[in-house]
């Protein structure tokens, strides 16, 4: 314990003597922590946390294939996710998400958000309840 102490001593001595060094392992130190606790927090909210769905377990991705024309991971057609609809035994309940590019005008100069298309049911079926209204409705 009596080494820490006078080596945290020596340090502390060698940077009151040398500003400029001191300030450049302070930057270093800062750099460092920020981008550490940067990278732990967006790895805690993509891997580490559950997602915010009931029994986000039991939720399952559908693409399809058309290895002709080498599409490897496909969207579904609408008559598809019909087919899987009537035929499935293991799935509880089938709904779709479709990304869309959108155009949002008024007065001034237009903007272009990315949004969603979604089914019906694809809220009751994660379990989100609206804050306020309803559902929607087929």
């Known amino acids: 314990m009596d080494t820490l102490l006078q080596d945290l001593r020596y340090a502390f ?12 392992t302070i930057a270093c130190l800062a750099l460092g922590i920020g981008v550490n606790s940067t990278i732990f927090s967006v790895v805690d909210t993509v891997a580490i946390r559950p997602l915010p769905f009931s029994d986000p377990e039991r939720l399952v ?10 599409i490897d991971r496909g969207d579904a057609s609408y008559l598809d996710v019909q087919d899987w609809k009537a035929r499935t035994r293991t799935l509880a309940d089938i709904a779709t998400v479709t990304g869309r590019s959108l155009t ?3 007065s001034e100069e237009p903007e272009r958000f990315n949004g969603s298309t979604i089914s019906w ?18």
């Open 13 to 24: 001595r060698t940077l009151v003597k040398n500003p400029g060094f001191a300030a450049l």
């Open 61 to 70: 991705s559908l693409r399809t294939t058309h290895q002709v024309n080498g």
């Open 104 to 106: 949002l005008s008024d």
């Open 121 to 138: 049911n694809m809220f009751p079926m994660i379990g989100v309840q609206p804050i306020l209204g309803r559902q929607m409705r087929p």
